[in-house]
């Protein structure tokens, strides 16, 4: 699943099944510790997603002030 790109709201849906899991005691303890690193993957790209979002914003709210001058 690494290979295909994932967008944000795949992510988040994702992170939130895995926490779902893991507040009901639905995972086996053999399978805690690879959730909880799919887990740390996915926020970890949902961190950059918006940390790039965020900085594209910028840019533009910057280029589109300097066209008012």
Do not use: P, Q, W
């Not at 795949?10 to 926490?19: C, P």
């Not at 790039?52 to 008012?68: C, H, R, V």
């Amino acid at each position: 699943m690494a290979d295909k790109k994932i967008s944000y709201n795949e992510a988040v849906r994702e992170i939130e099944s895995i926490l779902h899991k893991i507040e009901n005691e639905e995972l086996d303890v053999d399978d805690l510790a690879g959730k909880v690193k799919r887990a740390y993957f996915l926020l970890k790209l949902c961190r950059e997603k918006l940390y790039s979002t965020e900085k594209d914003i910028e840019k533009i709210l910057k280029d589109f002030s300097a066209e008012d001058e």
